[in-house]
Nanobody, 116 residues
């Protein structure tokens, strides 16, 4: 079993920056990929970025060049550095840990609001 807990959300002005953190615990050695998703009101949850144990990362087109995902070697901490934030980045951000036994372990989410 793997548990994940997000932190770092909040209110930020357009153009500002914010760093989200995701702490994984439990059987972290079974994690092969960590993901950040987001869900805005009235919209479907979408993948923002993911990273695997080799450090290879992927990003949604809407955040390329503005967001950076990183993780420590053990993958028990994953971060999402968000810069040049826009109002359309407002959403609940979720961390998800994917494990080798096929489980998808979601956190409870953290709210990010971009507004002046």
């Amino acid at each position: 079993q793997v548990q994940v807990v997000e932190s770092g959300g909040g209110l930020v002005q357009p153009g500002g920056s914010l760093r989200l953190s995701c702490a994984a615990s439990g059987n972290i050695f079974s994690i092969y990929r960590m993901n950040w998703f987001r869900q805005a009101p009235g919209k479907q949850r979408e993948l923002v970025a993911d990273i695997n144990r080799s450090g290879s990362a992927n990003y949604a087109d809407s955040v390329k060049g503005r967001f950076t995902i990183s993780a420590d070697n053990a993958m028990n901490w994953v971060y999402l550095q968000m810069s040049s934030l826009k109002p359309e980045d407002t959403a609940v951000y979720y961390c998800r840990a994917d494990t080798t036994n096929g489980m998808r372990n979601w956190g409870q989410g953290t709210q990010v609001t971009v507004s002046s």
